[in-house]
């Protein structure tokens, strides 16, 4: 894609995968997802969606939320991409479960600061 996005852009694609994460598990179970081919993929293609923006926001960003835990996010992304053939689902549904809900409220909290 031709063109600068923008810290707000690339926050609002990370708060979009969440919900989108957050939508497709609802109230299955790990035993569920370990099941599911398609939720699998799903979270996958989120997670690296969001470790891909957060990768791109710019530093000054960063340097203003040292309390999100940035390297480790990209660390998954990369993971999922480059070593997709020994993905770890149990890190993938952490991630997906409890991670995921320690990071909406902060990319909430930088999106309207970038308002």
């Avoid at 707000?8 to 990370?14: G, L, N, S, T």
Wanted: some cysteine.
């Amino acid at each position: 894609m031709k063109g600068r996005i923008t810290d707000k852009v690339r926050v609002q694609h990370i708060l979009e995968c969440i919900e989108e994460i957050q939508a497709s598990i609802g109230s299955q179970t790990y035993a569920d997802f370990q099941r599911d081919n398609m939720l699998r993929r799903t979270l996958e293609r989120c997670l690296e969606i969001i470790g891909e923006a957060a990768h791109h926001i710019s530093e000054e960003t960063k340097m203003n939320y040292t309390d999100i835990d940035w390297i480790n996010i990209k660390g998954l992304r990369n993971n999922i991409t480059h070593e997709y053939w020994g993905v770890d689902y149990k890190k993938i549904w952490e991630a997906s479960t409890v991670l995921i809900k320690l990071l909406k409220p902060q990319m909430e909290e930088i999106f309207n600061k970038l308002n």
